[in-house]
């Protein structure tokens, strides 16, 4: 009789609650190896800001590698410990040298502290719209293919402005459009990750640090545009 008499009940919350406990660590995780991104980056910046001229010359070279640890060097290193956390690093790192020309500009007109305040308006949103995703009884999962295919045509858009329209007013529509996707991208992640939907805390901290990247990029292009008096 003994194994009718079972409490399935407190198995099942048990496992419910150990599930969760799961959950938050692999979170917390995730969102200390953002921030560790974030400082990395940080230290790209600091590092090569004296040489910007130089980075502004090997500006394509530059992004190709970053491009080339976005989509190989990371996937390389995937469930490899250590190797992954080393190539997180390196390509944050990157990402930060290749931010030094517009922080350069910026600095350059005299108006440096329009970076810290870019940071913080990103950070607050960046924050809020976390919360959100957690908090949300939604279901953001099926956005992935839309948000993709945007995200496909912000990038046709912004080459075709860049090298034949050169038109400033695209500039601007195309910055806010980069701007509202990876919001709702950050939205779209975070609740991903919520749900198990990452195998390393590594992969999930890339994810929110691309969304935190370009939104931190395109606020403080549209600070910088609004912000010259000229």
Do not use: C
């Amino acid at each position: 009789m003994a194994l009718y008499d079972r409490d399935y009940t407190t198995t099942s919350t048990q496992s419910t609650s150990a599930q969760e406990e799961s959950t938050v660590a692999f979170m917390k995780t995730t969102y200390q190896l953002l921030a560790a991104s974030m400082i990395a980056a940080a230290a790209g910046a600091y590092v090569t800001m004296p040489y910007a001229e130089t980075v502004m010359h090997y500006k394509w070279l530059i992004f190709g590698f970053e491009l080339f640890m976005l989509f190989i060097g990371l996937g390389m290193t995937r469930n490899k410990p250590g190797l992954n956390i080393a190539a997180l690093f390196v390509f944050t790192f990157v990402t930060g040298i290749s931010l030094v020309p517009l922080l350069a500009n910026i600095i350059g007109m005299g108006n440096g502290a329009m970076i810290g305040n870019a940071f913080l308006m990103t950070s607050v949103l960046f924050g809020s719209l976390s919360l959100f995703a957690i908090n949300s009884k939604s279901d953001f999962s099926s956005w992935g293919k839309p948000l993709f295919i945007t995200l496909i045509v912000v990038i046709i858009a912004s080459l075709i402005n860049m090298f034949i329209l050169h038109n400033p007013i695209m500039h601007v529509i195309i910055t806010a459009g980069i701007l509202l996707l990876f919001g709702i991208f950050t939205i779209y992640d975070t609740q991903n990750i919520a749900n198990g939907a990452y195998e390393s805390p590594v992969d999930a901290a890339v994810s929110l640090y691309l969304d935190f990247l370009n939104m931190f990029t395109a606020i403080l292009q549209l600070l910088g545009i609004f912000g010259d008096d000229d």
